[in-house]
């Protein structure tokens, strides 16, 4: 018996190749569920639940221009996948409220790209303005708070919060 052309005759022992076999395919199997393991733990926010982001600062002040801004989180933690209840005091350099200002807020997840809606605000009493942010998953995120009072240029602030699940 002798090979053909461009056949090869490999010789090894039986056991060898049920072994070698069974290695190359729990070696695939478990790359294959390694990846997929990553991909939920990145993109679906997944981590979260097992490390959640540090506890948003209930009260926080940022400078910005003219401007004085005071975050408080009227609605306890900030949770992903409902609308949170935020408030905004803008005041001037020597505490004044600064009325009838146009306040924007956008929140931005700093670790991914979200395409996430600007925040509706409402304006309150005394220079108060409420935000009802949705953030899609948990994690750090950013609010860009835009303010501007008629005649005044505009000033922008950020406020860097965490994100849970419910």
Same mark, same amino acid.
């Given at each position: 018996?002798?090979?053909?052309?461009?056949?090869?005759?490999?010789?090894?022992?039986?056991?060898?190749?049920?072994?070698?076999?069974?290695?190359?395919?729990?070696?695939?199997?478990?790359?294959?569920?390694?990846?997929?393991?990553?991909?939920?733990?990145?993109?679906?926010?997944? *981590?979260?639940?097992?490390?959640?982001?540090?506890?948003?600062?209930?009260?926080?002040?940022?400078?910005?221009?003219?401007?004085?801004?005071?975050?408080?989180?009227?609605?306890?933690?900030?949770?992903?996948?409902?609308?949170?209840?935020?408030?905004?005091?803008?005041?001037?350099?020597?505490?004044?409220?600064?009325?009838?200002?146009?306040?924007?807020?956008?929140?931005?997840? &700093? &670790?991914?790209?979200?395409?996430?809606?600007?925040?509706?605000? &409402?304006?309150?009493?005394? *220079?108060?303005?409420?935000?009802?942010?949705?953030?899609?998953?948990? *994690?750090?995120?950013?609010?860009?708070?835009?303010?501007?009072?008629?005649?005044?240029?505009?000033?922008?602030?950020?406020?860097?919060?965490?994100?849970?699940?419910?």
């Amino acid at each position: 018996m002798s090979a053909g052309i461009g056949q090869s005759r490999e010789t090894r022992p039986a056991g060898q190749s049920v072994i070698s076999d069974r290695i190359a395919r729990y070696g695939i199997l478990g790359s294959g569920i390694l990846c997929l393991s990553l991909l939920a733990w990145g993109h679906l926010g997944l *981590g979260a639940l097992i490390v959640p982001p540090a506890p948003t600062v209930a009260l926080q002040t940022a400078t910005a221009g003219a401007y004085q801004v005071t975050l408080r989180l009227d609605s306890g933690q900030l949770t992903a996948g409902r609308h949170n209840t935020i408030s905004f005091a803008v005041r001037d350099r020597a505490g004044r409220p600064v009325p009838a200002s146009a306040v924007h807020v956008q929140p931005v997840m &700093t &670790t991914m790209a979200m395409d996430v809606p600007a925040a509706d605000v &409402t304006a309150a009493a005394g *220079g108060r303005y409420l935000a009802h942010p949705l953030f899609s998953m948990a *994690g750090p995120w950013r609010l860009d708070v835009s303010v501007a009072a008629p005649g005044q240029p505009m000033a922008n602030v950020s406020f860097n919060v965490g994100v849970r699940w419910s």
